[in-house]
């Protein structure tokens, strides 16, 4: 008897504790799958207060040639088209790069994605936009005027 109730005793212990575990933990996929869903954005910012779809043009300086004309086009459903003109530079390099980009969580900066050469993010302002440096930052000092590109359309 002493043994039915040792069995029944474990019994119950093993069901009380797996009934009290904790919930499952998400997989990684489908963390990822969460943080793709849409920003939604609280207040008034770049990405939900301004007319952001266009182009925007202007030339910024360059290290090894006499500038980059810089012409940027982003499109209502995310996409863009960035084409850059080296003058100087094997009788005006040019480059094209077209893909998606994405809004940061502030709704003020947008990352190019896919872009081949050069820097991929930007401060989008009223008709302008700001280049940044390659870590994402604002350029100051003497040239940061220089970084502007103005919407022409």
């Known amino acids: 008897m002493n043994r039915n109730l040792i ?73 863009y088209k960035l084409s850059t003109h080296y003058f100087g530079l094997n009788d005006a390099l040019e480059e094209d790069d077209m893909g998606t980009f994405t809004w940061d969580k502030t709704g003020s900066i947008i990352t190019l994605e896919k872009v081949s050469n050069g820097p991929r993010h930007y401060k989008v302002g009223e008709n302008r936009i700001w280049q940044l440096d390659m870590n994402g930052h604002m350029i100051t000092g003497d040239l940061a005027d220089h970084y502007i590109l103005t919407k022409i359309q």
């Open 7 to 79: 069995v029944i005793g474990l019994i119950a212990t093993l069901a009380f504790t797996t009934s009290c575990s904790k919930p499952e933990q998400k997989t990684e996929i489908e963390e990822d799958i969460i943080q793709e869903e849409p920003i939604l954005y609280t207040g008034d910012n770049s990405a939900t207060s301004l007319d952001w779809n266009g182009t925007y043009k202007g030339t910024v300086p360059c290290a090894r040639c006499e500038g980059i004309e810089t012409t940027l086009t982003l499109n209502i459903d995310l996409t």
